[in-house]
């Protein structure tokens, strides 16, 4: 029963926390964003989703992985769009945490010298 009671009040909580982010974040551009991809501290919460859509187009062309695996951009532009839709809006697993897994995976990628 105490875990019941701890939920609305962790919602709450995380309500409030984003409110009050999203009244200080400023809007950020595509071309902003593509130059905060090569740092493994990019502010990713400040881009809206669309933007960070486009940087996964981004990050693949960056690693040469369009080319090499002859990747369709028009596919890979509906795949990342169908799963930014259907991601789960919840406080956690959702679509800017996976944008952050992903970009972390091509920071260690582009820093690595095993390639």
């Known amino acids: 029963?105490?875990?019941?009671e701890i939920?609305?009040?962790?919602?709450?909580?995380?309500?409030s926390i984003k409110s009050r982010l999203e009244g200080e974040k400023e809007v950020w551009t595509l071309e902003r964003a593509k130059l905060e991809l090569e740092k493994n501290d990019m502010p990713y919460l400040n881009f809206d989703r669309g933007?960070?859509?486009e940087c996964y187009l981004e990050m693949f062309e960056r690693l040469?992985?369009?080319e090499r695996f002859?990747?369709?951009?028009?596919?890979?532009?509906?795949l990342v769009k169908d799963v930014s839709r259907h991601m789960k809006r919840v406080p956690y697993h959702n679509?800017?945490?996976v944008f952050n897994i992903?970009?972390?995976?091509?920071?260690m990628i582009r820093t690595s010298t095993a390639r």
């Open 7 to 15: 939920i609305p009040e962790l919602r709450e909580n995380i309500e």
């Open 102 to 107: 992903v970009h972390v995976c091509y920071i």
């Open 64 to 66: 040469n992985l369009i």
């Open 51 to 53: 933007v960070l859509e």
């Open 95 to 97: 679509f800017m945490h």
């Open 70 to 78: 002859k990747i369709s951009k028009e596919n890979l532009k509906n």
């Open 1 to 4: 029963m105490r875990e019941r």
